[in-house]
């Protein structure tokens, strides 16, 4: 099995990417990495993105990224990322929580590296299938999670915390991108208050996120809904009526035990 | 009544910018607009940042982020912005919905206008409060609101819609980083699919947004819970067991009609 890691690292996280890196080669696994700031990622999607086209042309991202995609001129920064992706079984996002969502940076990585015709615009768009989107697309047959550390408590972030619960905090990652795009989404490893931990916490911590890497095969990924399974009207893509009675409200909706 | 607009523009949405700025001018307010590509907006957070940082010390963001807020040494594009927001008495954030948030841009906006000592940690932190936040803040007595334009169906963010309900996919923003820092919160402003709208659709969106902006004073701020005030319990930040009944869970618990 080979791995590959998406990492933030403001020389801040780089520390856990290690151990994760050394943790899965130990298990015999090959570990690509992106560091984003070591490799001085370009955030944002800009015309520079897209330097085939005419300079008199307004720029418009959807079009100007399909067409990049369709006729292989996307930039190697991004191609790079896209052959990682193609090349990993798993796939590790490893960042620390900012402002309720990732920083800056790595948001910038899928919105440059989610190109139209590579992570979306894929499949047909009929009566009865809605694109290779939710459980389908490009990445099928793949497992992606998130390792997220948080500078805030616990307890901010359970279900009656002033945050909101975490789940629905990384929803719109985990199932609006990486079930999106087909990926088996494994519940994200979080770490709580990490920058205040005393040695025998973090050592803990670590214990935890080791074992969690060595179980990757065994944990039971997020029961996600098939977007095209029958479970949604098409093409508004709403639940059906029938369902979801047990599943409260929101976001919850979409996933079954 | 003055305003400033905090705008993402990849070419795209200065149509829609422009607009607004028209409007509010018309009604007799001053405009400030940060459209964040024209001014090639930096988006990630680095040691850039913190110039005064010693080359051989470690970058750790929110340390270095305090420092320099507190010895006016942040870089002068962060610290215009801090003006501006100082400045206005509403603030709106128009952007495009990117994979179900905000460009990299406008994140990396917050991410480093946002410091440490400006928008978070201040205040005292003890028995019955837990700093200035969620509803108080630097930024209290003034209004803030998203307009976002979304490629996909409204449909689609509706209750039992794929993506997620529309309210809890900016709860994060409107909660957690507006009203956390004191802004009053208006309901976003959506437009959908304006992409794919013919004159007639895009005329009346038009017409809607305009409207919006001429009642700005008059729309009801959305009702979020005071941290200080009773609600919750300190310093877990969790809601007391005998409120939210009427709310459902999750993120709707921290907002009463």
């Keep these: 099995m080979t791995y590959k ?28 990495v992106s560091y984003l700031y070591a490799m001085q990622w370009k955030s944002q999607v800009d015309r520079a993105d897209f330097p085939h086209l005419p300079p008199d042309t307004r720029l418009k991202v ?25 090349w990993a079984d798993t796939v590790i996002f490893q960042f620390p929580m900012w402002w309720m969502g990732r920083p800056a940076i790595l948001k910038g990585w899928f ?9 979306y615009g894929l499949g047909e768009y009929n009566d009865s299938r809605w694109g ?32 909101g619960p975490i789940d629905d905090l990384l ?17 994200q490893f979080m770490a ?17 996120l080791r074992q969690r890497l060595r179980t990757i095969s065994t944990t039971r990924p997020i029961g996600y809904r098939r977007q095209n399974g029958g ?13 979801g009675a047990a599943s409260g409200s929101g976001f919850s909706l979409h996933s079954v035990e």
Excluded: C
């Excluded at 919105?111 to 992570?119: E, K, N, P, T």
């Design 111 to 119: 919105d440059r590296v989610y190109s139209l015709g590579f992570a």
């Design 171 to 187: 929803f719109p990652i985990n199932h609006g991108l990486l079930d999106y795009t087909g990926f088996e989404v494994l519940p």
């Design 5 to 32: 890691r998406v990492d933030f690292d403001g020389g801040q996280s780089m520390r856990g990417t290690e151990l994760s890196v050394e943790e899965l080669e130990a298990q015999g696994h090959e570990v690509q």
């Design 62 to 86: 959807a079009y100007a990224s399909a067409e990049a995609t369709a006729s292989n001129r996307l930039t190697d920064d991004v191609k790079r990322e896209q052959e990682k992706l193609l």
């Design 192 to 208: 709580y208050q990490l920058d205040r931990a005393d040695d025998l916490v973090f050592r803990s911590v670590v214990d935890e």
């Design 132 to 163: 290779d989107r939710y459980v389908e697309g490009k990445i099928q047959g793949k497992k992606a999670f998130l390792v997220v550390t948080a500078g805030s408590w616990r307890e901010h972030f359970s279900a009656r915390g002033i945050s």
């Design 231 to 243: 479970d949604y009207e098409i093409p508004t893509l709403t639940l059906k009526p029938e369902l």
